[in-house]
């Protein structure tokens, strides 16, 4: 279709940004905070800075949300940190914890901003991981259903959005990097154990989110990278599907039917893996009915047939922001991910690809029918203060220009979208790259290897995406 007028978005569609707890917060140590996961995680992640400080939201949470409201937010996309929550396995709520996250809930409310709030973002503490063996083992599954239940009770008044885990999909599909596998070794067959796991806490978390918060709507996060065939040779088009199973479909499947299907039933049953489904898990599943999907994309792929002579290849993400250092997956019998001459990439080799977000929502919206909001789409850069003291961004404001306008295609294509939250509001971590590979549209002042005054400087992404937003998304300024 083409289309010779700007899209049109809905009178009450959620403008507003992203974030997470690790890669924003800080403060790991003050008001009964007591050590996550990833943080010992980052501490992995040299020569990128650990998110002891990061980008000090803890402390500047005020003036970034008036920044917000400057800006014409109308929702934020953030996460709680499980342990300011429950700091140990006494089970007794830290009141310090839930203070911070009700101020920072009744700032947004009183500016008019929705809270769209993802109850797990990777920052599991470690005191579950040493108790129960963390995503291993099931005694995290009350556990995380009690702190659930607390998050509901404690912000539920206010808090409508709510979102289960974050991108349980590329926990699983890059479990080491991520930091939930233990044991590279055995992982292959693990991971399917750990998956019905988290499986499990997500069902906990609906079923109390519907039990617990008059008029919340609850969803799953998956992180979506549309696939499409290299060629129309009939084998791409079903290597591409296997991709998409075994990267995103199998997940997204479950979370709306309730149910394992059939694809994945059956490479278990080939691969002899069992993953301890067990009496009246999937009775329970069944009741966890979710409102909508909270989609993060940022890149897309192409797959092609790969035949059972091939040797297996790990896909080797790009570390260090210098192109050309990705290296695709083979999986032979099933499917090899190559380049898409039809697409730009960024430094880290990721694929600008906007036309991803028009295809994920009608992909999604065609085989679930449920309301969508992109919660995660950005781009990630080297930057730094300008000599005029500014933050120049040409390269964000072409991406979020063209990306949202496929956003707004896909309304008009007929999908449900019920809000755009770009990944991120202000610079954060990256999960691998530190401060180095930045996305916000506001500028945190700080480096990895030195700690600067953490200033707060808009981008000139920020005052671009500030008019899109406030004409709701009409004025899409200058082409540069
Ligand atoms: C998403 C995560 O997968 O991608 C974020 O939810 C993450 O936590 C974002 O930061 C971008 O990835 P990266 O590796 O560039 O930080």
């Given at each position: 279709m083409i289309y010779k007028n700007n899209p049109l978005f809905p009178a009450n569609f959620m403008w507003g940004a992203s974030s997470a707890a690790w890669q924003v917060e800080g403060a790991v140590n003050e008001d009964g905070r007591t050590p996550a996961i990833i943080d010992l995680n980052s501490k992995t992640k040299k020569p990128f800075a650990d998110n002891s400080v990061a980008s000090d939201h803890y402390h500047h949470y005020l003036e970034d949300i008036a920044l917000m409201k400057e800006a014409g937010f109308t929702s934020y996309r953030f996460s709680i940190a499980w342990p300011r929550i429950y700091p140990d396995d006494s089970f007794e709520?830290?009141?310090?914890?839930?203070?911070?996250?009700?101020?920072?809930?009744?700032?947004?409310?009183?500016?008019?901003?929705?809270?769209?709030?993802?109850?797990?973002?990777?920052?599991?503490?470690?005191?579950?991981?040493?108790?129960?063996?963390?995503?291993?083992?099931?005694?995290?599954?009350?556990?995380?259903?009690?702190?659930?239940?607390?998050?509901?009770k404690e912000f539920g008044d206010r808090v409508k959005y709510w979102l289960s885990i974050n991108e349980q999909n590329m926990q699983i599909c890059y479990g080491d990097w991520l930091g939930v596998c233990k044991n590279e070794a055995t992982w292959f067959h693990d991971k399917w154990k750990v998956n019905h796991i988290m499986n499990l806490c997500h069902a906990k978390a609906v079923i109390a989110c519907h039990e617990l918060v008059l008029d919340g709507k609850i969803g799953p996060v998956p992180g979506y990278v549309p696939i499409y065939p290299s060629s129309a040779n009939p084998e791409d088009q079903i290597a591409a599907m296997n991709a998409e199973e075994l990267t995103e479909k199998v997940w997204n499947d479950f979370y709306t039917f309730r149910k394992y299907n059939g694809f994945i039933r059956s490479y278990w049953k080939e691969h002899h893996i069992d993953p301890d489904i067990q009496a009246g898990d999937m009775a329970l599943i069944e009741q966890a009915k979710i409102d909508f999907f909270a989609l993060n994309c940022y890149r897309s792929n192409v797959a092609k047939e790969c035949s059972l002579t091939e040797t297996e290849q790990k896909q080797q993400l790009n570390k260090t922001g210098r192109k050309g250092e990705f290296v695709y997956p083979k999986f032979p019998g099933l499917y090899q991910l190559t380049n898409n001459p039809y697409v730009e990439t960024n430094d880290w080799d990721w694929e600008i690809d906007p036309v991803s977000l028009r295809y994920m929502l009608r992909y999604v919206w065609d085989h679930y029918g449920l309301p969508m909001m992109i919660t995660e789409n950005g781009y990630g850069a080297h930057e730094d203060i300008s000599a005029d003291g500014k933050v120049h961004d040409p390269e964000r404001i072409r991406f979020l220009r063209n990306q949202i306008f496929q956003v707004g295609r896909a309304i008009q294509d007929g999908c449900q979208v019920i809000g755009y939250n770009p990944w991120s509001y202000t610079d954060l971590l990256s999960t691998g790259n530190g401060m180095a590979k930045r996305y916000g549209l506001v500028f945190i002042n700080t480096t990895d290897d030195e700690l600067r005054d953490l200033k707060r400087i808009p981008k000139d992404s920020y005052y671009w995406y500030s008019r899109l937003i406030k004409s709701n998304g009409q004025d899409w300024g200058e082409e540069t």
């Open positions: 709520p830290n009141q310090l914890g839930i203070d911070f996250y009700n101020h920072l809930i009744d700032a947004l409310v009183k500016n008019g901003i929705e809270p769209i709030v993802t109850l797990y973002h990777y920052d599991m503490p470690v005191w579950v991981d040493e108790k129960y063996d963390g995503w291993y083992g099931r005694g995290i599954i009350d556990a995380f259903d009690q702190y659930a239940r607390t998050c509901f």
